[in-house]
């Protein structure tokens, strides 16, 4: 079974990093450099800020409240970087697209952070309720 160990943490938390570093390189290059996986921008989006918010909470999971605030102010702060480009444009609609995206990518991450600490912290998830299923006494490891 996986393990969960300091390794992990820091392989979490560099993906993290690297993915909003991504999302902020491409959301401030010139419209003709942006890479274009799908055919609708809207769902790039939404996976892009879920995925960090997700990847955030669980690298970091007694911050999660700052993650909340800070996905938020992600999303706004590179809309409004969007207008100081000659070639991009930042809207409203966009910007809540994006803050609802990390919002819910790094909420649905908390469950999962809650785990991975107790795993940290004694190795056992006694009693605990995921989802309304009861976890009984499980030995992580």
């Not at 491409?26 to 890479?35: A, D, F």
């Not at 409004?80 to 697209?97: E, I, K």
């Amino acid at each position: 079974m996986l393990r969960w160990n300091a390794q992990w943490q820091g392989l979490i938390r560099v993906a993290a990093w690297i993915l909003v570093a991504l999302i902020a390189a491409v959301t401030l290059v010139p419209i003709g450099l942006r890479p274009v996986v799908t055919a609708d921008p809207s769902f790039e989006r939404v996976a892009a800020y879920a995925v960090a918010g997700l990847l955030m909470t669980v690298a970091y999971p007694r911050h999660w409240l700052w993650i909340l605030a800070g996905t938020v102010v992600l999303a706004g702060g590179l809309e409004a970087g969007q207008t100081l480009t000659g070639t991009r444009h930042g809207r409203f609609d966009d910007f809540l697209v994006k803050a609802a995206a990390g919002l819910v990518g790094a909420l649905a991450g908390r469950p999962l952070a809650i785990l991975a600490d107790r795993y940290r912290a004694g190795g056992t998830v006694t009693g605990t309720t995921l989802a309304g299923r009861d976890l009984g006494d499980r030995t992580c490891g």
